[in-house]
């Protein structure tokens, strides 16, 4: 009787032992790849943009921030576009989208929908990211909608000021702005772009940047923000002609004003004289050591390297000069003023 009790309890014992650590795996169970894309495939909007002035359109992600139709995505899937047209995963389209916020370095860009009830998807953070680890993409690249990706975090990139996370899952024309998620669901990057003629070169803004533009409120109707935009770098590169000037919306007539009321720019003209000529080497022997670099990007695709120097010539806050990915060589020039307020320049 005795080692018929003891044989009973040592089952029992043995039966929970063996049961507790599967009920403890499956608590902790990371969500399957199925289970992810079911999950945010509700979250995920795809966005074109176009500037109807210049015949030109292009595709772009976006992932849902609050259910009263807040959206994140890339600040330069909206950058030089007078509109927009933002379709949820059930295919509604909205085209009236007003700009909130903006962070030109970092990429990263808020708009806004007359849309409620969306399905918000959750943040998580960055900062604990490693190496190795598992993430996925969902984006609509090429409009191909609602395109799962699967790869691992393949580094951590160090720019001026901050940090981008590169992966391995395939992404696309289209794919910017689209969320990077990591194994239980959660967004931990905003897709940026990809290395153009490379394999699985691709970047994420990491979304512990993203929260501090969610606080700024400045709604802008699309148009409206590209004016603001193009008077900034109309002014920044001195492109005072006549089609600039309309492009615009300025109404004031610069060429009619007194050279000493216009931008100093004879100095700098040495410097615009390198387009097509300079390296980043070069440049260096005379302004000296760049201060910072940023990526351009342009169609989703990093295409050049962007590197700030002082101004030799006291004229101008800070200079910026563009070069090309490929051929390496000066294709853009940029000045800020002494007075530049860097909320507006970000």
Same mark, same amino acid.
């Given at each position: +009787?005795?080692?018929?009790?003891?044989?009973?309890?040592?089952?029992?014992?043995? #039966?929970?032992?063996?049961?507790?650590?599967?009920?403890? #795996?499956?608590?902790? %169970?990371?969500?399957?790849?199925?289970? /992810?894309?079911?999950?945010?495939?509700?979250?995920?909007?795809? /966005?074109?943009?176009?500037?109807?002035?210049?015949?030109?359109?292009?595709?772009?992600?976006?992932?849902?921030?609050?259910?009263?139709?807040?959206?994140?995505?890339?600040?330069?899937?909206?950058? @030089? +576009?007078?509109?927009?047209?933002?379709?949820?995963?059930?295919?509604?389209?909205?085209?009236?989208?007003?700009?909130?916020?903006?962070?030109?370095?970092?990429?990263?860009?808020?708009?806004? /929908?007359?849309?409620?009830?969306?399905?918000?998807?959750?943040?998580?953070?960055?900062?604990?990211?490693?190496?190795?680890?598992?993430?996925?993409?969902?984006?609509?690249?090429?409009?191909?909608?609602?395109?799962?990706?699967?790869?691992?975090?393949?580094?951590?990139?160090?720019?001026? @000021?901050?940090?981008?996370?590169?992966?391995?899952?395939?992404?696309?024309?289209?794919?910017? @702005?689209?969320?990077?998620?990591?194994?239980?669901?959660?967004?931990?990057?905003v897709v940026a772009g990809l290395k153009p003629g490379e394999q699985n070169l691709n970047? %994420?803004?990491? /979304?512990?940047?993203?929260?501090?533009i969610f606080n700024e409120n400045l709604p802008r109707a699309m148009d409206v923000f590209?004016?603001?935009?193009?008077?900034?770098?109309?002014?920044?590169?001195? $492109?005072?002609?006549?089609?600039? $000037?309309?492009?615009?919306?300025?109404?004031?007539?610069? #060429?009619?004003?007194?050279?000493?009321?216009?931008?100093?720019?004879?100095?700098?003209?040495?410097?615009?004289?390198? *387009?097509? #000529?300079?390296?980043?080497?070069?440049? %260096?022997?005379?302004?000296?050591? %760049?201060?910072?670099?940023?990526?351009?990007?342009?169609?989703?695709?990093?295409? @050049?390297?962007?590197?700030?120097?002082?101004?030799?010539?006291?004229?101008?806050?800070? *200079?910026?000069?563009?070069?090309d990915k490929v051929s390496k060589l000066l294709i853009g020039v940029y000045l800020y003023?002494?007075?530049?307020?860097?909320?507006?320049?970000?």
């Open positions: +009787m005795h080692t018929c009790r003891s044989l009973c309890l040592s089952v029992v014992v043995l #039966a929970v032992w063996l049961f507790f650590p599967l009920v403890g #795996a499956a608590q902790t %169970a990371k969500p399957s790849p199925e289970e /992810i894309y079911k999950t945010a495939a509700n979250s995920v909007v795809s /966005i074109e943009t176009f500037n109807d002035a210049e015949g030109r359109s292009e595709l772009a992600s976006g992932f849902v921030l609050t259910a009263e139709g807040a959206i994140v995505t890339n600040y330069h899937a909206i950058s @030089g +576009m007078t509109r927009a047209v933002v379709r949820l995963p059930n295919l509604d389209a909205y085209d009236d989208v007003q700009v909130t916020a903006a962070d030109r370095v970092r990429d990263l860009a808020l708009i806004k /929908i007359k849309a409620l009830n969306l399905v918000p998807l959750r943040l998580g953070r960055s900062a604990p990211i490693e190496v190795g680890d598992t993430v996925y993409v969902l984006s609509n690249p090429h409009n191909f909608r609602d395109t799962l990706s699967q790869g691992i975090v393949s580094g951590r990139r160090q720019c001026d @000021g901050y940090r981008t996370l590169q992966f391995s899952a395939a992404i696309s024309k289209g794919s910017s @702005g689209g969320p990077l998620l990591k194994a239980n669901g959660e967004v931990v990057g970047f %994420a803004i990491p /979304i512990d940047y993203a929260p501090a590209y004016q603001q935009e193009m008077k900034d770098v109309i002014f920044k590169l001195g $492109r005072f002609d006549a089609a600039s $000037r309309q492009l615009a919306g300025c109404d004031v007539d610069l #060429a009619s004003l007194h050279a000493d009321e216009r931008p100093p720019l004879a100095d700098i003209e040495d410097v615009r004289g390198e *387009i097509n #000529a300079w390296t980043a080497e070069d440049a %260096a022997l005379t302004l000296g050591r %760049a201060t910072r670099h940023r990526f351009g990007v342009f169609d989703d695709e990093i295409t @050049g390297d962007i590197y700030a120097y002082r101004d030799p010539t006291n004229q101008f806050r800070e *200079i910026e000069l563009l070069f003023p002494k007075d530049a307020n860097w909320l507006e320049y970000k």
